[in-house]
């Protein structure tokens, strides 16, 4: 049982350069979300998905995309890098959003220099 | 604006105490609250959740409380072990009509001593 898979597990950057973090769930969750962890800090939420064709901002999503063609897969875009980015980034995923437990995958960690 | 506050600076708890982590929150009406673990190079991994009408859940030697009054959740590890040692992150869920998604605390460094 896979859970949530991300890929990359590390990546780096140049400034200007753009990615896509790869993240896939098998759980047939309808909720999935992109979070970001700096040092010391709470994750911060990026964007969130509350189905296949729906998404939505969330605490800070300037500088990022996100698509959700399937209810398996939410890659999340980065154009134009800046070193503002380097971070580790966690998709997420639950059943609904009604108090069930999210379910993380290993994170990417990204920086960019 | 929404505040959580957690013990950021390292817990350190003597093997067998009872450890405890708290969890402060302001300008906010959660409908529930969960805490995760973290260790490091790690995903978060969920522990228990606790509903607005709800005041205290247990699961084996972990324990909850949610004071919607106080605005606190209290986070027990009762007969505590090396292996307990780990960040322990707070998360609010949404308030009515809120975004989705969860509010998360910088989380507790929590350390079990042999």
């Known amino acids: 049982n896979a859970g949530v898979t991300q890929t990359p597990k590390f990546r780096i950057l140049k400034i200007g350069q753009s990615m896509t973090l790869q993240c896939t769930q098998d759980m047939n969750h309808n909720y999935m979300y992109w979070y970001r962890q700096d040092p010391g800090m709470g994750l911060k939420l990026i964007y969130y998905s509350v189905g296949a064709g729906i998404t939505d901002k969330g605490e800070v999503p300037n500088g990022y995309n996100v698509s959700r063609s399937t209810t398996e897969d939410f890659p999340l875009r980065l154009e134009l890098a800046a070193p503002s980015q380097t971070s580790v980034y966690f998709c997420a995923s639950s059943p609904d959003r009604a108090g069930t437990e999210a379910f993380f995958g290993q994170g990417t960690r990204l920086t960019v220099v | 604006s929404q505040k959580i506050e957690q013990n950021s600076e390292a817990l350190n708890i003597q093997e067998g105490k009872t450890a405890t982590l708290t969890c402060n929150y302001t300008?906010?009406?959660?409908?529930?609250l969960q805490w995760y673990r973290q260790d490091p190079g790690r995903g978060p991994v969920f522990l228990l959740l606790?509903?607005?009408?709800?005041k205290e859940k247990r699961k084996e030697r972990l324990k909850v409380t949610f004071d919607t009054t106080l605005k606190q959740s209290l986070f027990h590890i009762t007969a505590s072990q090396p292996a307990d040692s780990a960040t322990y992150l707070c998360?609010?869920?949404?308030?009515?009509?809120?975004?989705?998604?969860?509010?998360f605390g910088k989380g507790t460094h929590l350390i079990i001593q042999p």
């Open positions: 300008n906010y009406s959660p409908a529930y």
């Open positions: 606790i509903r607005e009408n709800e």
């Open positions: 998360a609010l869920g949404p308030s009515g009509g809120g975004a989705d998604g969860l509010t």
